[in-house]
């Protein structure tokens, strides 16, 4: 069993922390006294954050990066534990996702999901997570999605990713923990974020959407007591559940009817 207390006086770093759920995960961290290192690309969003957090007596460290850009998990590295900080819990929040029929979307578009979503995931955890073995305590979240349970046709690379970033948590949740570090995938579905008009996947956004911040508490309560993966609404555990009854083919025809551009 863990506590959220445990993350008081820690350096935290959340990426993707400009919005949506990075935003609301790095107020839940800061509620439980974290300290925190926010990194995405929008500068003006993260001064608003890191204001609004310092207000409330954080200690708030900002990182400019692209995580696109293969040389930016060294250069969040760099600015970072790098420069001295122990950084002892790593939220892998930062992802991407785009609609449309595979054949149809820019090559970069769909490389952009694997780089960001799976490659920069990958690097930044192989960074960070040796210090925390070497300490025996540490925390790591990545984000994955409901959309990881079956592919997911018109969001076919970034079901595809997250799947891959569920799996990884997983088998590393089992390597890390003999050494006290506790490892989560987080499987959320419609979320109150600006994923769906970023991604133009309006069609996926359903009828009940659950608000980030709620999102947020469920994960830095189910990372402090090592729950390896979390779905955090009800619905999703059904549909997690039914993938594993009904035919993964019968469920990928399905989608694909019901979500096919018109």
Not at 32 to 49: K, M, N, P, S, Y
Not at 85 to 91: D, P
Not at 143 to 150: H, K, Y
Request: hydrophobic residues 45%; positive net charge.
């Amino acid at each position: 069993m863990g506590n959220c207390q445990e993350f008081n006086g820690k350096w935290a770093l959340v990426t993707g922390a400009s919005s949506g759920i990075g935003a609301e995960l790095a107020r839940e961290l800061a509620s439980h006294g974290a300290r925190l290192i926010l990194t995405a690309r929008r500068e003006d969003r993260l001064q608003v954050l890191a204001a609004e957090l310092a207000a409330k007596g954080t200690e708030i460290r900002i990182v400019l990066a692209d995580l696109n850009d293969p040389a930016a998990p060294q250069k969040i590295y760099d600015a970072t534990a790098g420069a001295g900080l122990a950084v002892e819990i790593l939220i892998n929040n930062a992802g991407l996702g785009q609609y449309g029929a595979f054949h149809q979307s820019p090559e970069e578009q769909e490389l952009s999901q694997v780089r960001v979503n799976c490659e920069a995931m990958v690097r930044l955890t192989r960074l960070f997570l040796p210090p925390m073995v070497e300490r025996r305590r540490g925390w790591v979240l990545v984000l994955a999605s409901t959309a990881s349970f079956q592919p997911v046709p018109y969001l076919t690379t970034y079901a595809a990713s997250k799947a891959f970033d569920r799996f990884f948590a997983q088998g590393l949740a089992a390597e890390v923990a003999r050494f006290g570090v506790k490892v989560t995938a987080l499987c959320p579905g419609p979320t109150e974020t600006e994923f769906f008009d970023v991604a133009h996947a309006s069609v996926f956004k359903g009828r009940s959407i659950q608000p980030a911040a709620e999102v947020a508490r469920q994960a830095i309560a189910a990372l402090a007591r090592g729950q390896q993966t979390l779905i955090p609404y009800f619905a999703g555990k059904i549909a997690a559940l039914m993938v594993r009854l009904l035919p993964v083919g019968w469920i990928t025809s399905l989608v694909e009817r019901l979500a096919r551009p018109k």
